[in-house]
């Protein structure tokens, strides 16, 4: 036989072992393609540089082992030739480490090396159940009984009908029954104890030992204090790192790492219904996808007690273990085997309590389940209904609109903020937000708002996709904190129990109002949709249209949205395009221009260099304007104007600004400027604070004198 290839002497050294051909069979996939067509015959020889196959065994009644033939079942690891191009970008290699052949069952690995039938004879050997050969070879070389699993859920031969059976690998449990079992998973990068879906998995192994009449132990090997938690931790490497721990002190070290086997199901238990989110030091419930208080989780928690194993160090420098009893809680709050996360975050979409990231989801899914039998027949009354509302030109914009978010829940929110504006009452403006936000996003991913609570529930919005503003008069003083949440990509999130955090912004907002001016609209107004509203004063249309949405018309907005992102009917819609302009955006250009806004134009704009004027003459002027009219109370007139002026001064001592007009109906730009520190500044002909204003744009910025 010849020597194997380097990489496989170099790949069992970092796991603290050494070729051995009685039990393993290496080579180069060129070379021997016999061994190739055996043990891996969907391999592609080209692909791979070397392979390294086990022999696997089955107990003997007698405790000894047979070999399986190399042709019934075999597990090989495979050494790829490495990725170049842009193949080789990618974050993780799609291609797997092990191999078995197409058909085979799942096997339980049994070291060779061991004595089996002396474990066989004395029940008070334990059994360390890991993941991999390469791991139970190097556990089994320093005299410890173990057991390899192909991954941490190859655990049972198979499903029996109807469901996933209970039923444990005929060796395994055999192995197993009556003994103390410790199972030791690796640690990935980044965590200190199991991530969750190893963690589930050693639930479901646990409770499996159990019924075979074993005494589980979920082992969480800590890391040397020399080794940086964004590496990976394993049994080997932990044995690679303590090369002298003979079998009793490595035995020590696994039992004092673990959980005592009665607490084990308890403890497992509790983790299958909550998980510790780490940033937030939050405990996250995976039923209602919620955060508890650390005195309400331990209230509801502590309801048991369970044994947890404590190190005490004597005078004499001796370690010593003992289990403590303490209250159920506490114990998962303290074991170094409890699901944990990294954070948390609101992820539509995604219907597990856990992201695939390993973060814990917030969102808590649709409002109706969606209905994947549905196709566009089924929702004619949702088309027609928008035809009726917003009529021939814009009803297809509000369709995709509607559509777009259930179609891509994923993707963060629309730039576009559709107002449904009408002086007419009982027209159906406020119909079609309120169905759609019950039925397709349901209570805990929409809201609606009055004009009265936006300031203070717009800061609690967050984690919800869909916001109505409902039957609002003036939104102008709220208008840019409008405009920040329409297009930040982040939103603050304040929550009781946990601390303050950033979520990305997926809300999508309608507004809908039977004010005729209700938001300063000019030009550059890119965010507001202004849909034509026509409507229908019939309450049995409406009613039925209600009753279609309550009898599952949600389910099946949301089914059509997906078929209709398949046959790609959203290729050409933008998200984060401006708003369409139509004739109703015009008009409300016009009735946003105030009568500060016209004298300013007037007295300033329109003047190349116009006379050097504080800001406080600016609305002296302008009050004695208003008080000569007669048109408005002088204090209103006042600070209208002072934030007309503002729009183009702000804070600086001086400033240039470049504002839009329209001359002979066509778009002209004006440039405009404005001093303020009169006694800084007045002594000087206009061309010099022209040319210092144009050079230095940001040189005097900060606080202006009192005495402007």
């Not at 997926?506 to 507001?528: A, G, K, Q």
């Amino acid at each position: 036989m010849s020597s194997p290839p380097q990489l496989v002497i170099n790949d069992l050294a970092r796991s603290g072992l050494a070729f051995d051909p009685d039990t393993m069979r290496a080579a180069n996939p060129h070379t021997d393609p016999a061994l190739v067509a055996v043990v891996a015959p969907q391999l592609d020889v080209k692909e791979a540089d070397a392979i390294l196959t086990f022999q696997y065994y089955r107990f003997n009644e007698d405790g000894t082992l047979r070999p399986l033939p190399l042709g019934d079942f075999a597990r090989t690891r495979v050494y790829w030739k490495p990725r170049t191009g842009f193949d080789a970008l990618a974050t993780k290699d799609p291609r797997p480490k092990y191999l078995q052949q197409p058909g085979t069952p799942v096997e339980l690995y049994i070291p060779p090396t061991l004595d089996w039938t002396e474990y066989f004879k004395e029940d008070h050997y334990p059994l360390i159940v890991t993941e991999g050969e390469k791991k139970a070879l190097a556990i089994a070389q320093r005299g410890l009984y173990a057991v390899g699993l192909g991954g941490v859920s190859s655990v049972a031969p198979g499903k029996k009908k109807g469901g996933r059976d209970m039923e444990l690998l005929p060796d395994l449990a055999r192995a197993a029954a009556g003994r103390i079992v410790y199972v030791v998973f690796d640690i990935d990068a980044g965590y200190r104890g199991l991530k969750p879906e190893v963690s589930t998995a050693a639930r479901r192994l646990c409770s499996r030992l159990v019924l075979a009449n074993a005494k589980p132990r979920v082992c969480i090997l800590q890391r040397n204090p020399n080794v940086d938690v964004a590496t990976k931790w394993a049994v080997d490497d932990f044995l690679v790192a303590n090369p002298d721990m003979d079998a009793e002190e490595f035995h020590r070290r696994v039992h004092h790492d673990s959980e005592a086997d009665a607490s084990a199901e308890k403890l497992l238990s509790i983790d299958a219904k909550y998980v510790y989110v780490r940033d937030l030091h939050a405990i996250g419930d995976r039923k209602t996808r919620s955060f508890h208080a650390k005195d309400n989780f331990l209230t509801i928690a502590n309801t048991d007690q369970v044994a947890m194993t404590e190190l005490t160090i004597t005078r004499e420098g001796l370690h010593t273990f003992r289990e403590r009893a303490m209250p159920l809680g506490n114990g998962w709050l303290q074991w170094r085997g409890r699901s944990e996360v990294r954070t948390a975050d609101y992820r539509p979409g995604c219907e597990s309590e856990i992201a695939p990231d390993g973060v814990f989801n917030r969102w808590k899914g649709w409002g109706q389940a969606p209905d994947a039998d549905a196709d566009l027949e089924d929702i004619e009354r949702f088309r027609d209904g928008l035809m009726l509302l917003h009529g021939e030109e814009d009803w297809y914009h509000m369709f995709l609109w509607y559509m777009y978010p259930l179609a891509f829940p994923e993707i963060n929110k629309q730039y576009v903020v559709p107002v449904l504006q009408s002086e007419a009452e009982g027209v159906g403006k406020s119909f079609f937000p309120e169905m759609v936000g019950m039925h397709c996003y349901g209570p805990d991913n929409y809201t609606s708002i009055s004009e009265g609570n936006i300031d203070d529930r717009m800061e609690f919005v967050g984690e919800r996709m869909f916001v109505q503003l409902d039957d609002v008069n003036s939104l102008k003083m709220q208008q840019a904190k409008l405009n920040s949440i329409i297009t930040n990509k982040t939103l603050r999130v304040n929550e009781k129990y946990v601390r303050s955090r950033d979520v990305a912004n997926r809300i999508n907002i309608v507004i809908t109002t039977n004010h005729t001016n209700p938001l300063r609209i000019t030009e550059d107004t890119r965010r507001f949709f202004f849909p034509e509203i026509i409507g229908r004063k019939d309450p049995s249309y409406w009613n039925a249209l209600r009753e279609w949405f309550e009898g599952g018309g949600g389910g099946k907005l949301i089914g059509v949205a997906r078929k209709m992102r398949a046959w790609g009917v959203f290729a050409d819609y933008d998200p984060r395009a401006a708003a369409p302009v139509n004739a109703r955006h015009h008009e409300l250009e016009e009735l946003s221009v105030t009568e500060a806004d016209r004298w300013t134009e007037k007295s300033f704009v329109q003047q190349a260099v116009r006379d050097i004027v504080t800001f406080n003459e600016a609305c002296a002027a302008f009050q004695a304007l208003m008080q000569a009219q007669g048109a408005r109370p002088v204090e209103y007139a006042t600070s209208v104007f002072k934030r007309a002026v503002n729009l183009w001064t702000r804070d600086n001592e001086h400033a240039k600004r470049v504002l839009s007009a329209r001359k002979d109906g066509k778009r002209v730009n004006i440039t405009a400027y404005c001093v303020r520190n009169i006694e800084r500044w007045g002594g000087e002909d206009d061309m010099a604070w022209k040319k210092e204003i144009d050079t230095k744009p940001h040189a005097y910025r900060g606080n202006i004198p009192k005495n402007y």
